[in-house]
Each structure stands twice: as C-alpha cells, then as structure tokens.
C-alpha cells in the first residue's frame, strides 16, 4: 500500500502563492500518477491536476496557467506549485496515488489517498 502524505497548506492572501508538497513511501514512484484533488466545504472533491509516470499533466480548466504540477521520483515527492491564488481556491487538498501511471482528473483509479492539506485564501 503506498503511504501519501501532504504538506505546505496554509493561509494566504488573494494573489499568493503556496506550494504544496506530496509525500510518497512504500512503492516505487516511478510507476504511479499522482493526482492532487481538492475539497471545498459544502461541495464535491474535484480534481486539479495529476502526472502521469512518464511526466505527462494535466489541470483543471480552473487552475491553469496558475499552477504547475511536477515529481521528483528521486525523493519519492509530487509537488503543486499554487499562484495567482484565490479565494475560491480555499478547500482541503489531497493527493492521491494511481497505479495505472495515467494522468487524469477523475479520482477513479486512484486508491491511495493522503489526509489533506488545508488551504485558505483570504484577506
């Protein structure tokens, strides 16, 4: 079972930036999509972006040209690079592991969830 484990969340101003980072321990990174998803209060987790295992992203309509996905398999770590932040970007964040190595924004497939990362965007 792979073991997924968020970092980085916080409060910050509109305008801001955070990075997240994406813990991964008992299996080879190489051969997984990691997937990060996010959950607002009182509405549905969605995806916001994913890698694939031979570094293929992609990102939801919403965050693009503002966040950037990348992976060090190396230091077993997946991290999402946030700017231009939102208020409307506050939610928990998960990342969450797909052994199939596909990147997609749909969470079937991915059956390893971390426990989250909140963030706030707020002034």
């Known amino acids: 079972q792979v073991q997924l484990v968020e970092s980085g969340g916080g409060l910050v101003q509109p305008g801001g930036s955070l990075r997240l980072s994406c813990a991964v321990s008992?299996?080879?990174?190489?051969?997984?999509?990691i997937g990060w998803f996010r959950q607002a209060p009182g509405k549905e987790r969605e995806g916001v972006s994913s890698?694939?295992?031979?570094?293929?992203?992609n990102y939801a309509s919403s965050v693009k040209g503002r966040f950037t996905i990348s992976r060090d398999n190396s230091k077993n770590t997946v991290k999402l690079q946030m700017n231009s932040l939102k208020p409307e970007d506050t939610a928990v964040y998960y990342c969450?592991?797909?052994?199939?190595?596909?990147?997609?924004?749909?969470?079937?497939?991915?059956?390893?969830w971390g426990q989250g990362a909140q963030v706030i965007i707020s002034s």
């Open positions: 008992g299996a080879n990174l190489d051969y997984y999509a």
């Open positions: 969450a592991a797909d052994p199939r190595g596909l990147r997609q924004l749909d969470a079937i497939g991915f059956i390893d």
């Open positions: 890698i694939s295992n031979s570094d293929g992203s």
